[in-house]
């Protein structure tokens, strides 16, 4: 009685491990998303499957093969079912999650992926799947349904903090205002770079430091947000510089230039027609010409070492240029009688 199951399941394995190496094999020929198409998701999507569906296939032929009692028998149907339909949903989830994911990364950006989006889609698709099992078990999903529609009222006043955090991190992904990556400024203060949006909350990095920031999404809905990433990436830094009133102006804006021409170079920064570098003279001080140098960078946080590379550079070249860089002076005339 032992030995033709085992065969069975044996023949089973055989076959899932082989047609689970075929997909592994047909999946390394795509190795990135530009080169993914749907029927690249869906037999990525089967990865791992072929193994449990033979199994089952196996179980379904010992069942039928042997002589078995009548409930056991039925249990034994009820199960190959459930892990039927629960792998089919499965593999529907996949697909819908990875469909998503390409359609988001070709479309550059326009909306942000997510972790919350993926676990609404795989919360739909999975609450499907159950409904199904519920059903082929003789279990009536109208009562379900009502009962969850009365409860759904009582939890939806005991957890309104929250569903707000949910439906807020909706808005915060369908208005297209703020994305994965994008480096933003709360009305309350914190900033930094955007690495998530969950269910309840959001988290952001701050340049320099390595600590997460996590924000409650509602926090996020209700803040004056500015995005310094939208609608570009590209930003103007402003450096303030003071030079002495004998300084040769000509010289002090030639030699300026100069240096953020070769800062920006060695940053790797681009030096298009409309990113070059700029002197505004705008003020006689108490103890100095003042100006402004302009300067255009990338991304927003690399603005810090952008800033750290130019005042040394410009400090050591106006020193060897002997273009002085004045501190205020103060003289105090004492009378004596």
């Not at 808005?171 to 203060?189: M, N, P």
């Not at 955007?194 to 996020?220: E, L, Y």
């Not at 004056?224 to 103007?236: A, L, Q």
Request: net charge neutral; charged share 15%.
């Amino acid at each position: 009685m032992l030995i033709l199951p085992g065969c069975i399941l044996l023949v089973a394995l055989t076959v899932g491990i082989t047609l689970n190496r075929m997909i592994h094999r047909r999946i390394m020929r795509h190795l990135t998303v530009e080169e993914a198409t749907w029927q690249y998701i869906f037999i990525h999507a089967l990865k791992g499957v072929p193994i449990s569906l033979c199994l089952v296939v196996g179980l379904y032929w010992i069942v039928n093969t042997i002589d078995i009692i009548e409930p056991l028998a039925r249990v034994f149907s009820y199960v190959l079912f459930t892990v039927i339909i629960l792998t089919i949903t499965r593999v529907i989830a996949r697909t819908v999650n990875g469909v998503i994911d390409m359609q988001i990364e070709r479309s550059q950006k326009a909306m942000p992926k997510t972790t919350l989006l993926n676990a609404i889609v795989n919360g739909i698709i999975y609450a499907m799947g159950i409904l199904v099992v519920l059903q082929y078990y003789g279990i009536s999903i109208a009562p379900i349904l009502t009962a969850l529609g009365v409860g759904g009222m009582a939890v939806a006043l005991a957890l309104q903090e929250t569903l707000a955090n949910i439906f807020s991190g909706l808005h915060l992904i369908l208005s297209k205002q703020l994305r994965l990556g994008d480096y933003i400024h709360l009305s309350s203060g914190e900033e930094g770079r955007v690495t998530d949006i969950t269910w309840r909350f959001t988290t952001i990095v701050p340049v320099g430091n390595g600590n997460m920031v996590v924000i409650p999404n509602q926090k996020i809905a209700s803040s004056i947000i500015t995005n310094y990433s939208m609608p570009c990436h590209d930003i103007v830094i402003k450096i303030p510089v003071g030079v002495a009133y004998d300084s040769d102006l000509q010289k002090v804006e030639d030699v300026t230039l100069e240096v953020a021409r070769q800062v920006l170079t060695d940053l790797n920064e681009k030096l298009d027609a409309d990113r070059q570098p700029a002197v505004r003279f705008y003020n006689f001080g108490e103890s100095s010409i003042d100006f402004n140098v302009l300067l255009h960078s990338a991304r927003f946080d690399d603005q810090f070492r952008l800033k750290h590379e130019f005042i040394k550079a410009l400090t050591a070249r106006f020193r060897q240029e002997g273009i002085e860089i004045p501190f205020p002076i103060r003289t105090i005339v004492q009378q004596t009688n």
